[in-house]
Structures are given as structure tokens and as C-alpha cells.
């Protein structure tokens, strides 16, 4: 209907076997928003390269014709356009490579601005003798531009503010970044450091494996931070919220006896806090880092760190029933 009725010039290429129908429906599906004499502007300049034109062309004339013919609906998409824009750091999509994603949809002048700054940053890393390529000194040129920025106020800073990373290492190969929850390779670790635009603050070890207890119920910071570092996540089956946003649980309730100690302490977000406290889920601390949970319905779980596995119904005479009811 739109290409018969409002198309003209390209239906009677179609009817004419000198247009494929596939490609007057492609353009049928942009110029429907169209009033009319959009819609008449595009077939009269679109028809007669319609067999060659794609979608680029397509959609520029169509901008034209609204811009034209309707620039109050014009005004309105380019305001919707503009809520849309946004920037997104995959920092949860972290390797252990160091390296994550970044994309973003911005206005047309801050893009020309945002390529021109990186374009002189890399420049700027060439001539300092970095002799990467250039896709890399682009990359590190964002870097360059954010470490310039950040600080008080809201021009660039004479003097970058601290952003700290935590990373743990766990031997000479392989550790761990806290701040994205993802494994980290000691060499990017090593680069970081050497960057003369690093400062590195080494912080006091956290010795996971002691065993701290105090005589009261709340839970002492150097406590918590052992159980953060411990778990990494919320314990209950299956949750992946991060350790250290969640509440720090006396598996054993304080008031029945339960110490305030690293063999007792684990942490939950506070929406399995509450399930815990009064859903009737319970669980049992088994060793550091390892967990036995029981739902309301009976069904049990095995949750450590790297995950959690189902174990099913329990049937009465089974061993581990006998441990559960002990």
C-alpha cells in the first residue's frame, strides 16, 4: 500500500520488472512516518537509483524530507535521540587480559571533539616513544585523557586523584581484581605498576586462612574484609552480588550462641539476609569458603567459590541427611 499509494515512481519501476520488490519494501518501511509530500520527495529522488541506492542513502533522504516537511515530528526524534545518549564501562566483562569494553552513543560534537583528543593523544604517545600501534595508542590515549581530567573541580587537574584498584595476588602466574571481580595476570599487574602515572599503595595482607573472633556481636572491619576477601560474593545459592555490598551474617545466630568469628561470618546480600532470617532458608558453615544450604522445600545446595551445585532432596536414611539434622 505505501509503495502503490505513496511511491508512485517506484511502483512503476516494480510493475515494470526494472526494480526487485524487496527493494521498494526496504524503502517503504523508512518513508511510512512520512507526510506525504516527504514521502513524494523521496520517491522522485530515490526511484530512479532505487536499484543501486542502499540503506545510507535511503535513510538520508528520509532525514531530509522530515526535516523539510514535518520539523516539529524532526524536533521530537532528535530529542528522543538525545536522552538516548550513554556511556557504558563493561567492567564486569573483565579478563584476566586486563583488557574490557567501552561504547557509548553521544552528540555529534562531542564525538568530533572526543576523536580529535584522542587523535592528539596518540600522537602525543608516539612521539614520547611509545612504539605501539596505533589502534593501542588510541586505546591508551582514553586512558590518558581520563588520568588528566580527574580531580577537583571540573577543568583538568594538575593533580590526578587517586583511583584505586584492588587487586590480590594469589601466586607468581594468577590473581585476582576486586574492584571488577575477575582474574588479572601478574605481568598487567607489573604494567601497571611501572606506568609512571601510577602511585601503588600497598595495603596490609589480609591472611585468609587465620582465625579471628571477638566477644561481641558486631562484626570488627578486619573481620569483614576477611570474609569479602574470602567469598567474593554473597554465599546463598546461585547470587552473584559482590561481597562487598552485602551485610556480614552470623551463620549461627548471635542470640542461640553463634560466635562472631571468621568460622561463623559470611556475607549476604541483603535481600538473602532477609530470605535467610525469615524465609526459613538455613545453612551450615562447613570450612572457610564453603557452604550447605537447605531451602524451606527440603532441597539442598553445596555453595563454594566456584559456585554452587545442586544437590537435590535428601531422602531420610541418606548420610548427609544425618549430617543436616545433626
Not at 512503476?12 to 516527504?38: D, F, N, S
Request: hydrophobic share 35%.
Amino acid at each position: 500500500l505505501e509503495v502503490h499509494y505513496r511511491l508512485p515512481q517506484l511502483w512503476a519501476r516494480v510493475t515494470a520488472g526494472e526494480l526487485p520488490w524487496w527493494r521498494a519494501a526496504r524503502i517503504a518501511e523508512h518513508t511510512q512516518p512520512l507526510p506525504k509530500p516527504g514521502a513524494a520527495h523521496v520517491d522522485a529522488h530515490l526511484a530512479p537509483v532505487a536499484h543501486k541506492g542502499g540503506v545510507v542513502l535511503t535513510e538520508r533522504l528520509c532525514g531530509e524530507a522530515l526535516d523539510t516537511y514535518d520539523p516539529a515530528q524532526a524536533e521530537e526524534r532528535r530529542q528522543a535521540a538525545a536522552e538516548s545518549r550513554r556511556v557504558d564501562i563493561h567492567l564486569e566483562q573483565a579478563g584476566r587480559h586486563g583488557t574490557i569494553d567501552i561504547t557509548a552513543t553521544v552528540d555529534l560534537a562531542d564525538a568530533l571533539d572526543v576523536e580529535a583528543a584522542v587523535a592528539h593523544a596518540a600522537a602525543d604517545l608516539e612521539t614520547d616513544g611509545f612504539a605501539d600501534s596505533l589502534d593501542v595508542r588510541r586505546s591508551r590515549a582514553l586512558g590518558v585523557i581520563a588520568r588528566h581530567y580527574l580531580g577537583t573541580g571540573h577543568g583538568p587537574a594538575t593533580q590526578p586523584r587517586q583511583v584505586p584498584i584492588h587487586v590480590h595476588l594469589r601466586d607468581q602466574q594468577v590473581g585476582r581484581c576486586e574492584t571488577t571481580r575477575s582474574p588479572i595476570s601478574v605481568e598487567q599487574v607489573k604494567g601497571w605498576c611501572t606506568n609512571p602515572a601510577t602511585q601503588v599503595v600497598i595495603k596490609p595482607v589480609i591472611d585468609l586462612n587465620a582465625h579471628l573472633r571477638v566477644d561481641a556481636y558486631e562484626v570488627p572491619d578486619r573481620l569483614t574484609a576477611q570474609v569479602q576477601e574470602r567469598d567474593g560474593t554473597c554465599v546463598h545459592p546461585w547470587c552473584t552480588r559482590p561481597a562487598h555490598t552485602c551485610d556480614a551474617d552470623h551463620c549461627i545466630p548471635y542470640d542461640t550462641g553463634g560466635p562472631t568469628s571468621s568460622d561463623n561470618i559470611a556475607p549476604l546480600c541483603r535481600r538473602h539476609h532477609r530470605t535467610k532470617t525469615h524465609g526459613r532458608w538455613r545453612y551450615r558453615f562447613l570450612r572457610p569458603g564453603h557452604y550447605l544450604w537447605t531451602s524451606p522445600t527440603g532441597l539442598v545446595y553445596y555453595r563454594d567459590g566456584t559456585g554452587t551445585v545442586d544437590l537435590g532432596r535428601l531422602s531420610s536414611g541418606s548420610p548427609m541427611h544425618a549430617v543436616l539434622s545433626a
